[in-house]
């Protein structure tokens, strides 16, 4: 059984190893977000998916052709189907992005939503957040919760 890269406080304060599935969206969700380059010994570990979210001429392929390359530092997940939406910011470049993946790990499979903003909302004066969806369905059709 896979654990978690760091411990964490449960209720008590105590620190727990988390396993399972919990563990598998946050490495997924940490090579995602980790820029290329900023780990000094690792300087290819991690992703250019905010460059692609900050850029207004990126596209849907090259989105998609980053995330594939990301897989192969989670050798111990399988990635199964993926998509991406780009939503392209109101009034400002950049995407926000809604990344579909179904991953398999342990004889089992987890389709799920990423969604990435690029950047603060000005109109309200409020950030938007990132988040993980569990979803039985794709990009564009109604999330389940």
């Not at 910011?89 to 790990?105: D, F, P, Q, R, T």
């Not at 690029?118 to 990009?139: A, C, F, K, M, W």
Request: proline share 6%; net charge negative; aromatic share 14%.
């Amino acid at each position: 059984m896979i654990k978690s890269w760091f411990p964490i406080k449960d209720e008590s304060g105590n620190f727990t190893e988390e396993t399972g599935w919990q563990v598998i969206l946050k490495q997924i969700f940490t090579v995602f977000m980790t820029p290329k380059g900023t780990r000094q010994w690792q300087p290819e570990f991690g992703s250019n998916i905010h460059e692609y979210i900050f850029e207004h001429t990126s596209s849907k392929q090259e989105l998609m052709n980053e995330i594939y390359r990301c897989f192969k530092w989670l050798p111990h997940i399988t990635l199964e189907e993926y998509d991406v939406q780009l939503n392209p910011m109101s009034g400002k470049s950049g995407y926000a992005a809604e990344i579909y993946l179904k991953v398999s790990y342990n004889n089992q499979s987890l389709p799920f939503n990423i969604y990435i903003p690029n950047q603060l909302d000005g109109t309200e004066g409020t950030i938007y957040s990132v988040g993980v969806t569990p979803t039985e369905n794709r990009i564009g059709e109604k999330v389940l919760n």
